[in-house]
């Protein structure tokens, strides 16, 4: 249990690392929230709001602007839940 706690931490800073490279600077510096000190970026809520959008409908046919908004909210309410996690482990030394 022990081992797992030393190495949560670790895991944790990859894969935050991993999640917020962004692909220009002014993306990067651009938040849109920040949620327990934690920040969000335009560029994290753009990658996963792609990410809950279909496919196919990237590929085969436009989306309406309702469907594009919809799954940006999404997608912020699911940053602003990770940052409260993030928060919770940091603050718990986990």
Not at 12 to 29: G, W
């Amino acid at each position: 249990m022990a081992f797992v706690r030393l190495l949560f931490p670790v895991f944790l800073a990859v894969f935050l690392v991993n999640c917020s490279i962004p692909q220009n600077v002014l993306a990067a510096e651009a938040l849109v929230a920040r949620v327990g000190g934690v920040p969000v970026t335009v560029y994290e809520l753009q990658r996963a709001a792609e990410k809950i959008l279909p496919s196919q409908v990237k590929f085969h046919g436009e989306l309406s602007p309702e469907k594009r908004e919809e799954a940006r909210s999404e997608a912020f309410d699911l940053l602003v839940d990770r940052g409260y996690k993030i928060r919770y482990a940091l603050d718990e030394e986990i």
